[in-house]
């Protein structure tokens, strides 16, 4: 099996139909269906990522969060109907890894859970490439048949979370919210700029094609393009 995942979460069909996906995937799960419960077995067992309901019975999610970061580095996915700012800026402060907003695509959720495994993979600093491009994390980068490209931060940056979840379609908001961050409060549509910018720098001059768009969705890296 992959690795292991506590779901924490009081809406038993919701925690299933996760499990599933999870399952699908090839990671290990456990659920707990009460705060308390779900404490005791995070201190208890040992996973690579916790996701953790706010609104739970026995003891709420962040009394959860903050008593297991005495103890425990995991990451943590905070799972919530709640998203205002507030609620954002004190799950983060607590310690959690990230946060998402129900309902939300569990494709999303997938994308969010492979970013905060890789952050505490031993592979983290691996090298990413999609045909004749390649990305180095750990010297931040880019090179297309062996030539240098020039980015900006951000355009590394979203070059980098396209690249490590290549075929997943990501969103706008997604990608807004893991490249700029969950408090940018700009326009959307600074994301089409800086894939503009990128292919400007990369399918421009080395006439290849790397980053797609889906209508009405956002893009993908594929391999193959």
Known sequence: MGARILIIEDEEKFARFIEMELNYEGYEVTKAFDG???????????????????????LNGMEVLRRLRR????PVIMLTARDSIVDKVSGLDSGADDYITKPFAIEE??????????KTSPQENAILSIGELELDPGRRTVTV???????????????????ANKGM?????TL??????FDFEGETNVVDVYV???RGKIDEVFGIKVISTVRGVGY???DGE
């Open 71 to 74: 103890t425990k580095s995991v």
């Open 109 to 118: 959720l997938l994308a969010r859970i492979r970013t905060a495994l890789r």
């Open 196 to 198: 503009r910018f990128l």
């Open 176 to 181: 807004l919210e893991n490249v700029w961050g």
């Open 145 to 163: 048949r062996g030539t240098a490209v020039d980015l900006t931060k951000r355009e590394f940056d979203l070059l980098e979370y396209l690249m």
């Open 36 to 58: 308390r419960i779900g404490l005791a077995a995070a201190e208890n067992g040992e996973f690579d990522l916790i996701l953790l309901d706010i609104m739970l019975p026995g």
């Open 220 to 222: 993908v890296i594929r």
């Open 169 to 173: 379609v990501l969103s706008r908001d």
